[in-house]
């Protein structure tokens, strides 16, 4: 049997199969990295609640506390695209909000440049 395994192993075919298992292994770790690293796992939590308006639990979250995990990810969140996406869903998902004081609060939190702010305000009008 060690005999069959040893002439398996030398086989170009086996040796390109693994090359390429290990290369698929190397790119798949890089990829959970950047998963774990942004945190992306909680805010597809906190996005898949405000699309459907409830948590994984089937709880409907009020607008304040929905608002308070939106200011915390903002405040954890260095990429200022993730910050402009995760605004424009709140937007769109909330059909705007109860007052400008929490329009404005949210968009002080987001940290946005002029142009990602003028980027929201066209998807206001759409």
Same mark, same amino acid.
């Given at each position: 049997v060690s005999q069959m395994a040893k002439a398996l192993k030398a086989l170009p075919e086996y040796r390109e199969i693994m090359s390429k298992l290990s290369q698929h292994m190397q790119i798949a770790h890089q990829c959970m990295d950047v998963f774990t690293k942004q945190k992306l796992l909680d805010l597809s939590d906190l996005e898949q609640t405000l699309a459907t308006g409830k948590t994984?639990?089937?709880v409907v979250?009020?607008?304040?506390?929905?608002? *308070? =995990?939106?200011?915390? =990810?903002? #405040? *954890?969140?260095?990429?200022?695209?993730m910050r402009l996406r995760l605004l424009?869903?709140?937007?769109?998902?909330? #059909? *705007?909000? =109860?007052?400008q004081e929490q329009l404005d609060i949210l968009l002080a939190e987001a940290r946005l440049s002029e142009k990602e702010l003028n980027a929201?305000?066209?998807? =206001?009008?759409?």
């Amino acid at each position: 049997v060690s005999q069959m395994a040893k002439a398996l192993k030398a086989l170009p075919e086996y040796r390109e199969i693994m090359s390429k298992l290990s290369q698929h292994m190397q790119i798949a770790h890089q990829c959970m990295d950047v998963f774990t690293k942004q945190k992306l796992l909680d805010l597809s939590d906190l996005e898949q609640t405000l699309a459907t308006g409830k948590t994984d639990e089937d709880v409907v979250p009020t607008l304040k506390k929905i608002l *308070g =995990e939106v200011v915390t =990810e903002f #405040r *954890g969140q260095p990429n200022s695209v993730m910050r402009l996406r995760l605004l424009a869903i709140v937007i769109v998902s909330q #059909r *705007g909000l =109860e007052s400008q004081e929490q329009l404005d609060i949210l968009l002080a939190e987001a940290r946005l440049s002029e142009k990602e702010l003028n980027a929201l305000k066209n998807i =206001e009008k759409l």
